[in-house]
């Protein structure tokens, strides 16, 4: 008689026969899980009917789906099918409550193994309004020609917005408006998880509506109007109106083509970059202002996480980009 340590450690555990019929002991103080070949195997049966037309249809032998079947009502404790002499087997009332787990389950792995291939033809790209409206889309049609397989998600937003998304991994590539190069990279982390580059530097032009002076020498009884509360192109415009004149109401108008309509309406002045207004200023519904006090040009900035299944397309991306630049720029 076996006792002692050794007597309890052999009565843990307890003989199975496997699929090539080896008897194979299986630790019993352990809790029996179920597994994805449990839930695929009870949806092939349910489907098919029989044993043999769900190993048929999930490529294995009829040997190792009994197996499985087998394995599933170790887990469960009860039997899995009902067999009635002439007639085919059918599942229990445990397995039928299964079943509709079974199938969220497999389909829950589908969509993830769905998304996790999506992911890798997906760029997800943000940028600011005024790239989003006057660049992105005039260069994206080129860009899917040269990638089909590549979709591009693009989303508008603030800069600081931008970069902490980048950062987070909600977006792969950005596009922003700094007002350097060198303030725009201490924005991100400087651990090579990232690739910075600077894109084109662009103008930023004083305007008012049709019926504004010529020239501006003094804002501080005017109300500039911005896009957005903050980001680079507020900071700049700040600290130009400060020197233009000793103080200044800056308000946000939210988009740029409230600003724009501000300024039609003969409300105030606005800073923004040239080639946002070059039509604008063409068709004379709006006007650029000579001011006493010179501009600086904003940078826009370029920013990607490293990703080597992504860094060709995203640098063409980047070039098309800046050539979309060099035509707005090169338009008077």
């Known amino acids: ?69 087998l394995s599933l009502e170790r887990t469960l404790k009860a039997p899995v099918l009902e067999r009635h002499p002439g007639s085919s087997p059918r599942l229990t009332r445990a397995a039928e409550r ?24 997906r760029i997800n790209v943000g940028a600011t309004e005024s790239l989003n409206t006057w660049v992105l889309p005039f260069v994206l049609g080129e860009f899917r020609r040269d990638y089909p397989a590549k979709d591009v998600q693009v989303s508008t937003d603030l800069c600081e917005s931008l970069h902490r998304k980048l950062a987070d991994g909600q977006l792969d590539l950005i596009f922003t408006m700094e007002a350097s190069p060198s303030r725009a990279a201490t924005k991100l982390p400087d651990d090579g998880a990232f ?30 109007h911005l896009p957005d509360p903050g980001g680079a192109l507020h900071d700049v415009v700040q600290r130009w109106a400060s020197a233009l004149s000793q103080r200044a109401r800056i308000l946000s108008a939210g988009t740029m083509d409230a600003v724009r309509h501000h300024l039609a309406a003969g409300d105030g002045i606005s800073v923004l970059p040239h080639f946002v207004v ?3 200023l063409r068709d004379g519904s709006l006007k650029a202002l000579d001011t006493t006090v010179a501009l600086p040009d904003l940078t826009v900035f370029a920013a990607a996480s490293i990703d080597d299944a992504l860094c060709e397309p995203i640098e063409n991306l980047c070039g098309r980009v800046a050539g979309r630049l060099d035509a707005l720029l090169a338009c008077p």
């Open 1 to 69: 008689m076996v006792g002692g340590w050794f007597g309890k450690l052999a009565a843990r555990w307890e003989p199975h026969q496997n699929s090539d019929g080896v008897i194979v002991f299986v630790d019993g103080c352990m809790k029996p899980q179920l597994e994805l070949r449990h839930f695929a195997a009870l949806v092939a049966l349910a489907e098919t009917g029989t044993i043999g037309k769900a190993a048929r249809a999930l490529g294995v032998a009829q040997s190792t789906l009994s197996e499985t079947l």
């Open 98 to 121: 299964l079943l509709p787990h079974a199938h969220s389950i497999l389909s829950a792995m589908e969509r993830a193994q769905v998304e996790a291939l999506t992911s890798h033809l």
């Open 195 to 224: 690739r910075k580059s600077t894109i084109r530097s662009v103008p930023l032009v004083a305007i008012g509506g049709p019926g504004s002076p010529d020239e501006l020498t003094d804002a501080s009884a005017l109300t500039i």
């Open 278 to 280: 070059a039509e604008h």
